[in-house]
């Protein structure tokens, strides 16, 4: 009578055809890593940058008037517009970054930086100031899609 | 089918309405502060035109780099810039120090003297013609590609600066908003020449 260390024939055939689990090596566990804090890091981004320009077109909308397409800069019309944008981003900031009803919130940022876009391509052509934002545009049509968010104010 | 991953609770919505109501106190406050805190010559202002004293015809200085000089400065459709703040006269005396005042780190100097890499990224999209006149200068400040207003005098001017708060609305020749720019000239000790 023989003991043998080896597995049973069966096992050893199907063992190679088994996918390693994909923790399993570090490249798998930054993979893991980044499917389950990527969209909230996303998400918690884009709201710093909405946050950021929403409450500077409040508090400066004379530095913003420039940006308001077929209005003169210095009406009130184009600050009153300023303002609004401003106000909007502001909310979709803290929706964003608190993690409320995000993919309502990344969906209207798509809207605003959209028209934000076909604005500066209207007015100034393609540029830097453009491009830049169509990456951030690309980012909110990101979030828009169902992802397993963090962080989130679900109360 | 699966549920919003983040739906919008009692909490969530009642954070959004703090929000809502904050952003527009910001707005009021906004809105009410609107014309105030730029740099005195500011370019994107609606201050109406200062009282402009026409310079002799004399060999002229551009402080515009030669990239400029045809550029089209996209702040939409205003006329042209003002190179004073309103009211100023070209009687007045020196004002304060510029180096006292909060935008003293936008400002770059574009005349006398070649303008540094700065002061050429904040003059885009703007051309400033300066002229030495008897104990004064002459100061003629556009949006490049659009008609210049009368030149201005500035007695015992000795400096001129181009304010730029940010450039980051600079892209290109263009720059999309003139609300952040505005011109000081100073005189040979730095206090501004109203």
């Known amino acids: 009578m023989s003991i043998s260390r080896k597995p049973p024939p069966a096992r050893r055939a199907a063992a190679p055809a088994a996918p390693a689990p994909a923790a399993a090596t570090p490249a798998g566990r930054a993979g893991e890593l980044a499917a389950a804090w990527a969209p909230t890091a996303g998400r918690v981004l884009l709201g710093l940058v909405l946050a950021w320009f929403g409450y500077h077109e409040l508090v400066q909308p004379g530095l913003w008037t420039g940006y308001v397409p077929l209005v003169a800069s210095g009406s009130a019309l184009a600050a009153v517009a300023v303002l609004a944008h401003g106000w909007l981003l502001l909310v979709l900031a803290v929706a964003l970054i608190c993690g409320i009803a995000t993919r309502v919130a990344a969906a209207a940022a798509v809207v605003l930086l959209a028209e934000i876009v076909i604005s500066l391509i209207a007015v100034g052509g393609l540029s830097d100031l453009t491009m830049r934002d169509v990456g951030v545009l690309g980012l909110a049509v990101c979030l828009t899609g169902r992802h397993p968010q963090r962080l989130v104010l679900r109360r | ?194």
């Open chain 2, 1 to 194: 089918m699966r549920p919003p991953t983040t739906p919008a609770g009692p909490a969530g919505l009642t954070l959004l309405a703090v929000t809502a109501i904050a952003g527009i106190i910001l707005a009021v406050h906004g809105w009410s502060g609107r014309h105030s805190g730029l740099a005195p010559g500011a370019l994107g202002t609606t201050a109406s035109p200062a009282s402009a004293t026409a310079g002799p015809a004399s060999p002229a200085r551009t402080a515009a780099p030669a990239g400029h000089a045809s550029t089209d400065r996209r702040a939409g459709s205003r006329s042209a810039a003002s190179p004073a703040p309103a009211g100023s006269s070209p009687a007045a005396g020196p004002g304060p120090l510029l180096s006292a005042q909060p935008y003293a780190s936008y400002a770059f100097r574009v005349w006398p003297g070649t303008p540094n890499a700065a002061a050429r990224a904040a003059l885009t999209g703007l051309t400033v013609k300066v002229r030495r006149q008897g104990s004064g200068i002459t100061v003629t400040a556009s949006v490049s590609g659009q008609p210049a207003p009368a030149p201005r005098f500035y007695s015992g001017g000795a400096r001129v600066y181009i304010v730029e708060a940010s450039l980051g609305d600079d892209s290109g020749n263009s720059d999309y908003s003139l609300g952040d720019d505005g011109l000081i000239v100073t005189d040979a000790q730095g206090r501004i020449v109203q």
